[in-house]
């Protein structure tokens, strides 16, 4: 079974970046994959997903913010998060697009002064 594990979230002040790394054994031949976000008492939602050849989309809340990057032969996606919002707190996770059964643990991403 696929298992995803995220890693590099943290504390930030509003304002500031952090970078989201996820790795895979599978990732070098899953299409698109994705990196979601699950804020306190909302639904998990899709921020922005690469294609296996590099395209990307990104929700309108992050586009200009947010890059995502993936490096197929390390088995790695990563998500560069600017000038970071206190609505973007929320426990990051990545996954497929459409998704696999398996969720990771996600990283907690906090955007607080």
């Known amino acids: 079974q696929v298992q995803f594990v995220e890693s590099g979230g943290g504390l930030v002040q509003p304002g500031g970046s952090l970078t989201l790394s996820c790795a895979s054994e599978s990732i070098r031949s899953i299409y698109f994959m994705g990196w979601y976000r699950q804020a306190p008492g909302k639904q998990r939602e899709l921020v922005a997903r690469i294609s296996i050849g590099g395209s990307s989309r990104y929700a309108d809340s992050v586009k200009g913010r947010f890059t995502i990057s993936r490096d197929n032969a390390k088995n790695t996606v990563a998500l560069q998060m600017n000038s970071l919002k206190p609505e973007d707190t929320a426990v990051y996770y990545c996954?497929?697009?459409?998704?696999?059964?398996?969720w990771g643990h996600g990283t907690q991403v906090t955007v607080s002064s």
């Open positions: 996954n497929a697009d459409p998704l696999f059964p398996a």
